[in-house]
Nanobody, 125 residues
């Protein structure tokens, strides 16, 4: 199983970006899928996730109302639409897949087994 994240770039504050995460070797069906991010000098933090049912997305408080996680109907690509970007959103964004993640662990890095390589998002002020 491999995850390929893409879509990062350099934008200005207030701009939008859409990240994509495409899986190969299986689909996202029946697995939790999440976005995490790691800013320079900081720990990796949870951003957003779909549970294994794919029904109800979960978001970090810092991105609620600005970011939206979605997926395609084939359960192969997951997106992170990021609107009204702020300089503090600057980070490497990683997607992750967890076949056995329970709902209470959606925000926990250790619950995810497969990780993509990350895509850099830089937001200038």
């Amino acid at each position: 199983v491999q995850l390929q994240a893409s879509g990062g770039g350099l934008v200005q504050a207030g701009d939008s970006l859409r990240l994509s995460c495409t899986v190969s070797g299986r689909t996202f069906r029946s697995a939790a899928v999440a976005w995490f991010r790691q800013a320079p000098g900081r720990d990796r933090d949870f951003v957003a996730a779909f549970s294994r049912t794919g029904s109800y997305p979960s978001y970090a408080d810092s991105v609620k109302g600005r970011f939206t996680i979605s997926r395609d109907n084939a359960w192969i690509t997951v997106y992170l639409q990021m609107n009204n970007l702020r300089p503090e959103d600057t980070a490497i964004y990683y997607c992750a897949l967890g076949p056995s993640v329970i709902s209470s662990s959606l925000a926990s890095q250790s619950a995810y087994y497969y990780w993509g390589q990350g895509t850099l998002v830089t937001v200038s002020s």
